[in-house]
């Protein structure tokens, strides 16, 4: 099966220059653009038969112009939602400066999800949609930065703490397969359709 691992647009928290996480920002005009290019993209080159998506707005609205592209189908996740920021969700980056920030994997912020938690929603979540997917030779997920960072770990079997992560852009694109061979990375975080003019 491969697997498309897909950020959503440019939000409106990229505009505000605010804490983006669980606060729940719609795409922006350009982030609409954003999108519209990545859906063709995918649906010439490797249209997914199944598209699983985040609940917040930036997502769910990524996911709905990609699935109508082509009308594959979608499932929504609320699993698939960013990492719980707490009271950081909506703060200015300003603001946030008074907020004691964790030190250790198992602290959060306040009213939020320690790192821990975080990955293991992601083992969970990653393995249910595997295993709800399997019949699909395509599937997409379609979710946020630090959800993609996490699933590819999560792909990649690596431990919670690590000195790297993986970047996704605006609508980037990562795609991945499991077969019976292993697990495969075919390409990361790529932005082109978004390049291009």
């Known amino acids: 099966m491969e697997i498309l ?37 995918v649906h010439n080159d490797f249209a997914p038969e199944l598209i699983w998506s985040s609940t917040l707005k930036r997502a769910k609205e990524t ?10 189908e979608l499932h929504f996740e609320d699993d698939l939602m960013e990492h719980n920021n707490g009271v950081l969700a909506g703060l200015s980056f300003e603001e946030a400066k008074k907020i ?3 030190k250790y994997p198992h ?27 399997s019949s699909y030779k395509r599937i997409a997920i379609v979710a946020h930065g630090g959800v993609i960072n996490n699933l590819l770990h999560s792909f990649l079997k690596m431990p919670i703490e690590t000195e790297f992560g993986f970047y996704t852009g605006d609508t980037g694109i990562h795609l991945i397969e499991i077969n ?14 978004i390049k291009k003019s």
């Open 63 to 72: 996911a709905i112009i990609l699935a109508e592209e082509k009308g594959s």
């Open 5 to 41: 691992l897909i950020r959503h647009g440019q939000s409106e928290a990229d505009i505000l220059n605010v804490h983006e996480g669980r606060a729940d920002f719609s795409l922006t005009e350009l982030g609409i653009k954003q999108v519209q290019k990545m859906s063709k993209r």
């Open 180 to 193: 019976e061979k292993g697990r495969y990375i075919r390409f990361l975080n790529d932005t082109n359709h």
């Open 100 to 102: 004691p920030i964790p």
């Open 107 to 133: 602290e959060s912020v306040e009213n939020g999800e320690s790192h821990i938690e975080f990955r293991m929603r992601m083992e969970m979540i990653f393995s249910r949609i595997v295993v709800k997917s």
